[in-house]
């Protein structure tokens, strides 16, 4: 499996960055489905693709976030579900296959915007089939590996994961930690190992994305077993600004340089970025990662020294074995 392969190559592998905020420079219009382009602009999709290929990505994301047709409703697009998902993993093998080296096409498989049962109306069953739809799209388009990203709910990642299974695709997956330290549903960093439990396949890696800011979402990977699993950090640009009509993120290339670095230290290995990471962000990461040497663990001072405060930090202290605990207790006396 490439995925694989690759992180046996190279110990550490360079992810791309956000979708929805590039898109939006590129034109697509706000309240506009980013899948919907898969048909109506793949050469702006395939641009898309190619300027984190260019930057020096090894791995890059389809245009399939809100691939299910839980989100494709709020468009009137549910029921092209499966052929949008197809045209998101092809336009990015079309591109990848130009390329000089050997790069990842990630299948990205978003939440559905669904609660499940018995805290909403969707049934795990129906979130399986949901998943099952946009993983079989995935496959027939070319992905190498379903990328389950930005979940809450351990239940959801179970189905999209059995869904991945099923569709004969490996997986990887990452949640969000933007709640005191957890997911909006309680999840903390710790719990994420095991919600692979019992699946008929394990994943090739699990991680944190998106959240709050690169300092939380360190501190979320830190507490992660990184010597027996590989996992993943895919931090935002730093912290979203509301400008006139415009989301802007407040990091720089040099922050997402000091975070790549940082991140590895930690013993992550798939780095990228999420919201606000533009191609130019992802070359500083590059160019960062290519002259890394591993150094110590990081201290949540060293984290926060160089990338800014904790935007949400944990309501309660994790464990005595914890460094990043111990450095978080220090820092409030």
Not at 206 to 214: D, E, I, K, L, Q
Request: proline letters at 5%; glycine letters at 12%; aromatic letters at 4%.
């Amino acid at each position: 499996m490439l995925l694989t392969e690759l992180l046996e190559e190279k110990g550490v592998l360079l992810a791309d960055g956000a979708t929805g905020t590039n898109m939006f420079e590129m034109g697509l219009p706000a309240g506009h489905a980013p899948e919907d382009w898969n048909a109506a602009e793949p050469e702006k999709v395939k641009a898309h693709y190619r300027t984190f290929v260019d930057a020096g990505s090894d791995i890059i994301l389809t245009n399939t976030f809100g691939g299910t047709r839980y989100r494709l409703k709020l468009h009137d697009l549910q029921d092209q579900a499966e052929e949008l998902n197809r045209l998101g993993a092809e336009l990015a093998c079309e591109v990848v296959t130009d390329a000089d080296r050997r790069i990842v096409v990630a299948g990205s498989m978003g939440p559905t915007g669904e609660l499940l049962a018995p805290l909403g109306a969707m049934t795990y069953e129906d979130c399986v089939a949901a998943f099952m739809e946009q993983a079989r799209g995935l496959k027939a388009g070319g992905a190498d590996v379903a990328w389950i990203e930005t979940m809450s709910a351990g239940d959801e990642m179970r189905a999209a994961a059995e869904a991945a299974i099923a569709a004969g695709l490996p997986y990887v997956y990452t949640a969000s930690f933007d709640t005191a330290g957890r997911t909006m549903m309680g999840l903390p960093p710790e719990g994420l190992a095991s919600v692979q439990d019992g699946l008929a396949e394990r994943a090739i890696a699990f991680g944190a994305n998106c959240g709050v800011g690169a300092s939380d979402l360190l501190l979320a990977v830190s507490n992660m077993p990184t010597d027996d699993h590989v996992v993943v950090a895919k931090a935002n640009c730093g912290i979203p600004q509301v400008r006139g009509d415009k989301v802007e993120y407040t990091g720089t290339p040099e922050l997402m340089a000091a975070y790549v670095r940082l991140a590895a230290d930690c013993g992550v290995r798939i780095i990228g970025g999420c919201c606000g990471t533009s191609p130019e962000h992802v070359r500083a990461m590059r160019r960062s990662l290519d002259g890394w040497t591993r150094g110590e663990k990081p201290e949540l001072e060293d984290i926060v020294t160089a990338l800014g405060p904790l935007m949400a930090p944990p309501s309660t202290a994790g464990s005595e074995g914890s460094r990043p605990d111990r450095a978080r207790r220090r820092r409030r006396d």
